[in-house]
């Protein structure tokens, strides 16, 4: 899922996951402050998250750098994980999150700031687990 009424046409959550890189296979969120959700089916373990804004280099503006990430096994009440008002990408379009290893059957990431102050826009979002990607765009 996905902010209610907040995705530009043609540019779904489903496009973080469909193995394509670039602005024309995004997500873009019509508000700087916006949230996406994943349910991974079951209870899996992970301990990664990795999003871009756009892993072919060109466009590195909308990349959410203020967030909070949490997990919830009931998709109701949920845990924080990690929570950043300012962070630093690790390229100018790629983020690599490590943490503590979570047991959990939902993710959430609510992005509250960008780069630019621009809706937020990211061409994949990966969840990883010891036994590799869980939600993958790749």
């Excluded at 024309?24 to 373990?45: D, G, M, R, V």
């Excluded at 621009?118 to 036994?131: R, T």
């Amino acid at each position: 899922k996905s902010s209610p009424n907040q995705e530009v046409p043609g540019h779904h959550r489903r496009n973080l996951v469909d193995a394509s890189f670039g602005d024309l296979s995004s997500w873009l969120a019509t508000t700087n402050t916006s949230w996406l959700e994943f349910n991974l089916q079951q209870p899996k373990t992970f301990s990664k998250v990795i999003w871009s804004r756009d892993r072919t280099g060109i466009l590195k503006d909308r990349l959410p750098i203020g967030y909070t990430l949490s997990s919830s096994n009931d998709g109701q009440s949920w845990n924080q994980i990690k929570f950043e008002t300012q962070s630093v990408p690790n390229s100018p379009t790629t983020y690599n999150l490590t943490f503590p290893p979570v047991t959990a059957q939902y993710l959430r990431f609510d992005i509250i700031k960008t780069n630019d102050a621009g809706p937020a826009a990211l061409d994949d979002f990966e969840i990883i687990g010891s036994q590799g990607a869980l939600w993958a765009g790749v």
